[in-house]
């Protein structure tokens, strides 16, 4: 398992934990896997390892941020339901996420539908049906910090499809049929992906979003992180999936962590250093972790 080290902030307010820094870097050549995790697997952050919905300093900015972006571009929230059976799916999300996050304290939300109960939270969600077939497709997706891709582009589509574009994950598509047959019958799950930024902008979106290119005058690298869970509903007729994405300035990191992150990218294969968008910023990013 990659390194994962909490890091301490000033104290919050009672019931407000500190941000953790989740760190799933290892210092090797990035490889991209599934690497699934059970979720309550402690990575060293105590009780935010142990909740879907953790709050922390920066949840204010989070539900303002996913306020301005849904007022500009309404369509980051949108279904796909074609049938009876999925809308029942959806339906039962929206009880799981009401029940969930009266259960970790956000209060009686049992009245609001599941686009009210999303722009509560700091996490992007998705509801992901499977059908009787095994076939599986988004019908849901309410997702204003994306990193790098088009939401727009997921609802409707199964995870081979979302998937199959990204440079080395073959091995990962060969085996979608069974992985989605675990997000549905087994889990909750855990998994961290990680890629640098030349900003800590949350919106990413390559049209609508802000992320800044990077250049040789790039003033502070950002490790970005996504934490990603998937949550199987009680019928197994399908999945939640939840994204909640951290930010950590260089700064932030240990020096045993930036070796590490140095490490990453200088021997990642060049085909994900194009998909990451990181052909120009990976000298950039070396020297400023240095």
Not at 4 to 14: I, L, N, W
Not at 38 to 66: C, H, L, S
Not at 144 to 168: D, N
């Amino acid at each position: 398992m990659a390194n994962f080290r909490a890091a301490a902030k000033s104290s919050y307010a009672p019931g407000v934990l500190a941000r953790p820094l989740y760190f799933p870097v290892k210092p090797e050549p990035l490889r991209m896997q599934a690497g699934l995790v059970r979720f309550g697997t402690d990575f060293g952050n105590g009780e935010v390892d142990r909740q879907y919905f953790p709050r922390d300093a920066d949840t204010a900015r989070y539900i303002t941020e996913k306020a301005r972006i849904l007022a500009q571009h309404p369509e980051r929230g949108a279904s796909d339901v074609r049938d009876e059976a999925e809308a029942q799916t959806v339906v039962e999300a929206r009880a799981w996420m009401a029940s969930t996050l009266r259960a970790e304290g956000y209060g009686d939300l049992a009245s609001l539908s599941l686009p009210e109960l999303a722009a509560r939270v700091s996490e992007d969600v998705a509801v992901v049906g499977r059908a009787s077939s095994g076939a599986d497709r988004v019908l849901y997706a309410h997702v204003c910090f994306p990193s790098g891709w088009r939401p727009e582009q997921v609802l409707g589509r199964s995870f081979a499809e979302i998937h199959g574009k990204i440079p080395a994950i073959e091995a990962v598509t060969r085996g979608a049929a069974s992985l989605t047959r675990a997000m549905v019958s087994r889990g909750p799950y855990v998994r961290f992906v990680w890629t640098v930024s030349a900003d800590d902008e949350l919106d990413h979106h390559p049209e609508q979003g802000k992320q800044r290119a990077w250049s040789a005058f790039t003033p502070r690298g950002f490790l970005r992180v996504e934490r990603q869970l998937t949550v199987p509903l009680p019928s197994e007729s399908g999945s939640i999936f939840l994204i909640r994405t951290y930010v950590y300035g260089f700064d932030e990191l240990t020096s045993s962590q930036r070796s590490d992150l140095s490490v990453a990218l200088r021997e990642m294969p060049p085909e994900l250093l194009r998909y990451k968008r990181l052909e120009l910023g990976q000298a950039r990013a070396l020297e400023l972790l240095r």
